[in-house]
């Protein structure tokens, strides 16, 4: 019973945090000339697959959209059907996410964030990680320790 209460909490956790990760900006942009701000702009993961699609990198703006927008929610709505089933026989779509989840959401991230960096980084743009990245990051960690101990002691499910 305490494990299935624990797996419930870190579950619950990590959607909570990407919830967040989702709403809160992952990095700041400032456009600036000698020491002077000129504009400034929070950037969402939403405003990088928009920032991408605007500017015609369409595979890029698709591929940051699925695999840290569409993936993890179906991955979160998987674990929870296997949380919340005695006998959970996900069938496809677990073999899918099981295969995926090691690119689901941080590599693909961590890559738009660097390819997001190099575009727009310059001595007149500055950009500067925010809390929002924190999120996510401890979302996919709370994740994936939830998927671990549920393949790890799957009788407590029961």
């Given at each position: 019973m305490r494990s299935k209460l624990f797996i419930g909490f870190i579950l619950l956790s990590s959607v909570f945090f990407y919830s967040l990760g989702l709403v809160?900006?992952?990095?700041?942009?400032?456009?600036?000339?000698?020491?002077?701000?000129?504009?400034?702009?929070?950037?969402?993961?939403?405003?990088?697959?928009?920032?991408f699609w605007l500017g015609h990198e369409y595979l890029l703006a698709t591929i940051i959209f699925v695999f840290t927008i569409v993936f993890p929610v179906l991955k979160y709505i998987e674990l929870l059907?296997?949380?919340?089933?005695?006998?959970?026989?996900?069938?496809?779509?677990?073999?899918?996410?099981?295969?995926?989840?090691?690119?689901?959401?941080?590599?693909v991230f961590l890559v738009a964030l660097l390819i997001l960096n190099f575009k727009m980084d310059s001595s007149i743009i500055v950009m500067k990680l925010k809390i929002g990245t924190s999120f996510l990051a401890i979302s996919v960690v709370l994740r994936m320790l939830t998927t671990s101990v549920m393949d790890r002691i799957p009788e407590c499910l029961d």
């Open positions: 809160f900006p992952l990095m700041g942009t400032k456009n600036q000339v000698l020491g002077i701000v000129w504009e400034y702009q929070d950037i969402r993961l939403f405003d990088s697959v928009r920032i059907f296997k949380f919340l089933l005695k006998n959970p026989k996900s069938g496809r779509l677990r073999k899918i996410t099981k295969h995926l989840d090691k690119w689901s959401m941080i590599d």
